[in-house]
């Protein structure tokens, strides 16, 4: 019912997921489903936040979710390990579950 686009600040990214909004909205128009915002999943790149601002701004969205570039995703992948189960109270578990309240609050209601 809602697509989410993830993306960095990272020029290709940021072009990627105009595309995306672009076509979420095309397929908007014929009932399918609607961009429920952008999740930042930062690549630590000059300006970020404001780069996916400008982008939320030009797609009429806003940033959702900032994950934060965070070594214990790639350490739990070095220990084969998922990050909630390796590191459960790191920033970016902390983020994910924001992020995912904040799915479960704003998503479509069906009726």
Same mark, same amino acid.
């Given at each position: 019912?809602?697509?989410?686009?993830?993306?960095?600040?990272?020029?290709?990214?940021?072009?990627?997921?105009?595309?995306i909004a672009t076509a979420?909205?095309?397929?908007?128009?014929?009932?399918?489903?609607?961009?429920?915002?952008?999740?930042?999943n930062r690549r630590n790149?000059?300006?970020?936040?404001?780069?996916?601002?400008?982008? $939320?701004?030009?797609? %009429?969205?806003?940033?959702?979710?900032?994950?934060?570039?965070?070594? +214990?995703?790639?350490?739990? @992948?070095?220990?084969?390990?998922p990050v909630f189960e390796?590191?459960?109270? $790191?920033?970016?578990? %902390?983020?994910?579950?924001?992020?995912?309240?904040?799915?479960?609050? +704003?998503?479509?209601?069906? @009726?």
């Amino acid at each position: 019912d809602q697509v989410y686009i993830v993306t960095s600040g990272e020029n290709m990214a940021i072009y990627a997921a105009a595309n995306i909004a672009t076509a979420v909205e095309n397929f908007r128009q014929r009932g399918y489903a609607s961009l429920g915002g952008v999740i930042l999943n930062r690549r630590n790149v000059e300006n970020e936040r404001e780069k996916v601002q400008v982008l $939320c701004n030009d797609i %009429h969205t806003v940033i959702v979710g900032d994950l934060p570039r965070d070594t +214990h995703v790639s350490e739990a @992948e070095v220990n084969k390990k998922p990050v909630f189960e390796a590191y459960p109270d $790191c920033d970016y578990c %902390h983020e994910i579950r924001n992020l995912a309240q904040y799915m479960i609050e +704003h998503g479509v209601k069906h @009726e």
